[in-house]
């Protein structure tokens, strides 16, 4: 699931796009000056109401093929989830609609192939246009409304793809645009856009219903960040298409209990231990002519990682990854006969497992720029005739690689030199590559996305004030045009509670061996002599980061605005402090990571305006699994916990991720057994609530009838609050108010509250 990302972007406490807030203190806190008496408080109802406070977010921000216009999906102020289509003419220098999304639709329900499809790519609460591409000719845009797929053009006119049936999955337009591909029932269809030809088939018809052509499998979505089945060649005459068959692949019975009653689905899941999907690849013509299979070696118990074409086409590259996932192969592919070669392997440090990345590019020589972990730090490489050259080096990390110039040698990507809590976009010369050149403001958190040629940026910014802002730059990095300056002033939604905005600040503190932790607080006003509740927010899991200088969203704000202390501290197995620090959760799920949580907690009971009975924590899915270990290991540290959609048991989890930092438990039992939270459940005496959606595919509902049922067979008391129809992420302007409300309604009932 991207045990991560669910789990932070289904809290509304996750840093949207954190930036620059405060000086980092080392172990000293300063109150903040008082906020004007006429200032707004903030209430959970607005946080959670439309218009949303950050101001517009704009999503999937793309430059047309012919560079006139900058095109965003742009969410309504009267719908906060609903997107359309808008464009920048660079030419006139206007924004206009493009495609509006309530015109379009048709108001049809998706099919739960496409939900579950959006709940791996974590916009299931989305509405309108979630995605969209460009035509060759800059014309019109490709975009799936409703499970329809329609050609928008931007004279205006709209039609269907011919031979469209609705609930096309995965829709991608070929290279020079005179063809588009999908998925409909398991098989790859392709077709014209000018509807001169209806869609064939371009993968065989199959017996087994196990079988499945062009889409990415479950775990390829849920944790390996790969979301397409299928690729095409550069000249558009041939793809690469993937083939699995789960039929090997357990199947869980998943009960989606809703308000009116319970659907059951029959689903493939691979939890830990069980056989993965039997994956294979081929690379086929666009007419369905010919196919070939890639020789992906003797061992089918593999992931197929990532696959891409070489520029000129005549290669195929495929990455390969062990099923331990500590080794990764890349290799080179000749399409015309599926043969295949080992041009490189990765190979894990000892006692860690390999990150899969996609920053990587191939580059027209032949060459290939490559993000790496050899040396302890995620950096980046030149491979080039069998050799490696470094290009950054240093106790940092690249987080993203943006793109390369080719004719100047120029790398741009964003990394963290300056400040692991406020990243930066930096550019390098492949020939003179110790020389970095920052690109952005260290004034701000940045992260960016840039044009395939390397010499337009799209840069995404916050503050501890200021909501993302975007704009469009040249390779330099200096500002072209505002995509969304989101100035929080005048009709600003924020704009009114601007005044009693509490900012954060940022220090350090040493874990058990020395190791620096950084964390984050926010207090509202601070009286002399009274002492205050602490609400403190972790994840604690690998592949995230809590703790950004930058925008922390309204929910923190409104939390503050209720009396609380906000907290939050990463601990090690965290994300961006490189491989020893990460690699420290290895085997050892709920040990270092508890235990850094607990030496945050004993910080600030140090603080003289932190009351040290009344230290609340709260978690979501991998914090939610954290609460439950923390106070099972260390009952009385925490007044009260708050447990959402927590994993008790990781044998129910997936392969992939599990596998990748417990091992096999067939081959490790006692490593699953003592990183799961049902053994010690009966070892908590602090007040609990337990949250969960009872849809949730991701974390499913059993992992907390497994703790109920061991809470009260060990008659432990314990609070719960489930919702009905609701999957990994619960949300919604009632729900999320609902949730919340809830939360604070416990704290005050137990006595640790603040009352508000």
């Known amino acids: 699931m991207r045990l991560l990302t669910s789990l932070l972007a289904a809290s509304a406490l996750v840093i949207a796009a954190p930036a620059f ?5 080392d172990s000293a806190v300063t109150a903040p000056q008082a906020a004007p008496k006429d200032s707004g408080a903030l209430t959970l109802e607005r946080v959670f109401a439309s218009p949303g406070l950050a101001g517009p977010v704009p999503r999937a921000v793309k430059l047309s093929p012919d560079g006139r216009y900058v095109t965003v999906l742009r969410n309504r102020p009267d719908d906060r989830e609903r997107y359309d289509l808008w464009g920048f003419d660079r030419k006139a220098g206007e924004w206009r609609m493009l495609v509006d999304s309530k015109k379009l639709s ?10 579950m499809q959006r709940e791996r790519q974590r916009i299931g609460d989305l509405k309108g246009i979630v995605t969209y591409e460009w035509t060759a000719d800059s014309a019109a845009v490709l975009v799936p409304i409703d499970g329809d797929l329609l050609l928008a053009g931007l004279d205006g006119s709209v039609r269907k793809i011919a031979g469209t049936k609705g609930g096309e999955l995965d829709p991608s337009l070929s290279p020079k645009g005179g063809h588009v591909a999908f998925v409909r029932d398991q098989r790859l269809l392709v077709g014209a856009v000018d509807g001169t030809s209806e869609p064939q088939a371009v993968t065989p018809a199959e017996t087994a219903s196990t079988v499945h052509w062009g889409e990415a499998e479950f775990v390829a979505q849920e944790e390996m960040n790969r979301f397409k089945g299928y690729w095409w060649s550069p000249d558009g005459a041939r793809l690469a298409v993937e083939r699995f068959d789960e039929a090997k692949v357990g199947t869980v019975t998943r009960a989606a209990i809703g308000a009116e009653g319970t659907k059951t689905f029959e689903q493939r899941y691979p939890v830990a231990g069980s056989a993965n999907v039997e994956v294979s690849l081929w690379v086929i013509g666009a007419d369905g002519q010919s196919r070939v299979q890639v020789d992906l070696g003797a061992d089918k118990d593999i992931y197929l990682a990532r696959v891409d074409w070489a520029p000129d086409g005549k290669a195929l590259y495929v990455q390969r990854e062990d099923r331990a996932q500590t080794k990764l192969d890349m290799l080179k592919v000749d399409p015309a006969t ?8 990765e190979t894990a440090a000892k006692g860690s497992w390999i990150n899969l990345s996609d920053a990587y590019r191939f580059l027209a020589d032949g060459s290939l720029i490559w993000l790496s972990e050899r040396d302890g730090f995620a950096h980046l490489y030149h491979f080039k005739a069998g050799l490696w050259t470094q290009l950054t080096k240093g106790p940092w990390v690249v987080t993203d690689l943006l793109g390369v110039d080719q004719k100047s040698g120029r790398v741009t990507f964003v990394g963290t030199k300056d400040d692991v809590l406020a990243p930066q976009v930096y550019a390098l010369d492949l020939k003179h590559p110790e020389k970095l050149d920052r690109l952005t403001d260290p004034a701000f958190h940045n992260s960016a996305a840039m044009d395939r040629k390397g010499q337009t940026l ?15 730059a040249d390779a330099t990095g200096k500002r072209i045009a505002w995509i969304e300056e989101n100035r929080v002033e005048g009709t600003h939604p924020y704009a009114p509670f601007l005044p009693s905005h509490r900012k954060a600040e940022f220090g350090t503190i040493p874990a058990e061996d020395g190791t620096p932790l950084h964390w984050m607080l926010i207090t509202p006003p601070l009286e002399p002599g009274k002492r205050y509740p602490v609400f403190s927010y972790h994840y604690g899991g690998p592949h995230a980061q809590v703790v ?55 910080y600030l009971k140090s603080l003289p305006f932190v009351d040290p009975k009344r230290v609340s924590t709260f978690g979501w899915s ?17 007044a009260a916990g708050i447990s959402v959609a927590p994993v008790t048991r990781w044998e129910l989890y997936d392969t992939h991720y599990t596998e990748r930092y417990l091992g096999d438990p067939n081959k490790e039992p006692k490593v699953y057994e003592s990183s799961g939270a049902l053994k010690d459940a009966a070892k908590i005496t602090d007040p609990l609530m337990l949250i969960h959606g009872m849809a949730d595919d991701n974390v499913v509902f059993e992992n907390s009838t497994a703790l109920i049922a061991k809470l009260q067979g060990e008659a432990v008391p314990f609070e719960m609050m489930l919702y009905p129809g609701f999957t990994h992420r619960i949300g919604g302007p009632k729900v999320s108010k609902h949730l919340y409300e809830t939360v604070f309604r416990f704290l005050d009932r137990h006595g640790v509250g603040s009352g508000q």
């Open 21 to 25: 807030a405060a000086e980092t203190k």
């Open 106 to 115: 048709s108001g049809r329900e998706l099919s739960e192939a496409e939900k």
């Open 338 to 345: 599926g043969k295949a070669e080992v041009l490189f392997t």
């Open 458 to 472: 799209v840069v995404t910014r916050s503050a501890d004030n200021q909501p993302p802002q975007s704009y469009l």
């Open 548 to 602: 950004a200088k930058g925008w922390q969203g309204a929910l923190a704000q409104a939390i503050v605005d209720k009396g609380y202390i906000y907290f939050a501290i990463d601990g090690r197995g965290s994300d961006n402090r490189g491989v020893k620090f990460e690699s420290a959760i290895n085997r050892a799920m709920g040990t270092v990571e508890v235990a850094d949580q607990l030496a945050g907690s004993h």
């Open 622 to 638: 991998y914090g939610g699994y954290m609460t439950l270990k923390m106070l099972e290991q260390h009952p009385g540290e925490w």
